[in-house]
């Protein structure tokens, strides 16, 4: 029997707001002493009320956007009862029954649509870290502001559960509503999975594994628990409802606790947030914030960059957003000196971050394009303009102060040649050519670099010996 998996996806974005969700303290606590970023909110001491981050509702708004979905105009908060060691108030402020965010989809390269239920906002809980015989709670990361985006069960692939992922990532982070560092958990992924035989009406028992914060790792957990839940059924056993974790290093689930339903948190309205009601005016102003998205920079570059280039590229919203600079005819060079070259640099994280002039850039793209560089100064030139020592002096100058500008001048060129063709110790590679051994114009091309000191141009060079000895 053949079983068809299908996969649902509930994806936590931690939004990049100075101040957390509830109350007035930092944000961003990484590398922080733990339990330093904290208030008597976030404590849940007797009488502390939260107050609602405005900031957060706007990003709400992008993100919702960015995903082409509508913006609902009237939200609520409800609180969401469980207990957790590191989450003191023993609930979660959440949005249940009325959550900002609607309806929309995630457009894949493929083209396929995956549609999302809704996204709604909420705070996070804290951290535990485990040792042999005790746990320590860091509270710092309790109330940071997320938004949870749940997706419909569309999904029926690994491959399409990772490029999901790797497609809302890209999302959140050109939208600006992220700093999108998976590393440190600012977007975590919750995978629901269930296989089904064919033909069947009813989806099969799903199983939830949490916070995966790689797209390789969502795609192989997804393969995991597809091959496990259907070895389950094709033994004749139930797949059980439940939690599970994942493990990197083993590439395997593990089952943690039972799944709970809506039913077993006792959802309630949330009695100190007043309910959210938005202006359409408001709602459109904030929209209209929205950058170039994904698919924009796909539209416009699509039929100017090869497709690989182009979503390598996508990866890097600021090497992007630098191509969008470039003069339209320099788009191609420059965007393979981006992927070819800056990425496979040691330092390329870092050099992200302070990229050249489109001016500079586009000034060494043209050198390259009229020959007056060769394809490896141009690659010198272009890494020496991420040196803070050299690069305001500009491409142009950087080249002529290092001695790469290629010698074009056609005259200049053949007195070169001439110079090298008279020499003896290239008479024979002479003869060998016009006896019909191609190869050996290399040599004879080599031997006009070394008399030019490297700054012919190796193309005009080779058209003039070719006549010369034709």
Request: aromatic share 8%; charged share 30%.
């Amino acid at each position: 029997m053949k079983y068809i998996p299908t996969i649902g996806i509930e994806c936590h974005v931690q939004l990049s707001t100075k101040t957390k969700l509830f109350s007035e303290v930092d944000n961003d606590a990484r590398g922080k002493e733990p339990n330093s970023c904290v208030s008597p909110v976030d404590y849940a001491l007797p009488g502390m009320l939260p107050r609602l981050n405005g900031e957060a509702i706007r990003l709400a708004i992008l993100a919702g956007r960015a995903m082409n979905c509508e913006i609902n105009a009237q939200s609520r908060f409800d609180r969401k009862h469980y207990f957790y060691p590191d989450s003191p108030k023993g609930y979660q402020i959440t949005q249940f029954y009325h959550p900002i965010i609607g309806a929309g989809f995630v457009e894949l390269p493929s083209g396929t649509k995956i549609r999302i239920e809704h996204a709604h906002l909420e705070g996070d809980a804290g951290k535990l870290t485990h040792f042999d015989t005790y746990s320590l709670v860091d509270l710092n990361r309790v109330d940071t502001p997320l938004i949870e985006i749940v997706s419909m069960p569309d999904i029926h692939s690994a491959k399409d559960a990772h490029d999901y992922c790797k497609e809302l990532w890209r999302l959140m982070c050109y939208a600006g509503v992220t700093y999108g560092d998976l590393y440190n958990g600012n977007m975590r992924f919750d995978i629901n999975t269930s296989v089904a035989p064919e033909g069947s009406d009813k989806l099969g028992t799903r199983t939830e594994v949490k916070n995966l914060n790689s797209f390789r790792s969502v795609e192989r957990a997804v393969e995991y628990e597809i091959e496990r839940q259907t070895k389950v059924l094709e033994a004749g056993e139930e797949v059980v409802q439940e939690t599970r974790g994942w493990n990197d290093a083993t590439g395997k689930t593990t089952g943690q606790r039972s799944k709970e339903e809506a039913k077993d948190y006792r959802y309630m309205p949330e009695p100190d947030i007043p309910p959210i009601n938005l202006s359409a005016e408001f709602i459109e102003a904030e929209a209209a914030k929205l950058p170039m998205m994904p698919a924009d920079y796909r539209a416009k570059f699509s039929s100017v960059l090869p497709n690989d280039i182009l979503e390598i590229l996508l990866d890097y919203p600021e090497l992007m957003q630098k191509t969008n600079e470039i003069d339209e005819k320099y788009v191609k060079t420059i965007a393979n000196l981006f992927t070819s070259v800056l990425l496979a640099e040691e330092k390329s994280a870092e050099y992200l971050n302070d990229l050249p002039s489109a001016k500079d850039l586009n000034e060494l793209a043209e050198m390259n394009t009229q020959k007056e560089l060769s394809s490896t100064a141009t690659k010198e030139v272009f890494l020496r303009l991420f040196d803070p020592q050299m690069k305001e002096r500009g491409a142009k100058t950087i080249a002529k102060e290092l001695g790469l500008i290629q010698e074009n001048d056609l005259g200049a060129l053949e007195a070169i040649v001439d110079t090298v063709l008279a020499k003896p110790e290239t008479k024979k590679a002479q003869d060998d050519f016009r006896a019909g051994e191609e190869k050996v114009i290399g040599f004879l091309v080599g031997q006009v670099m070394k008399e030019s000191r490297g700054k012919a141009n190796p193309s005009a060079v080779q058209e003039i010996l070719r006549k010369r000895l034709s």
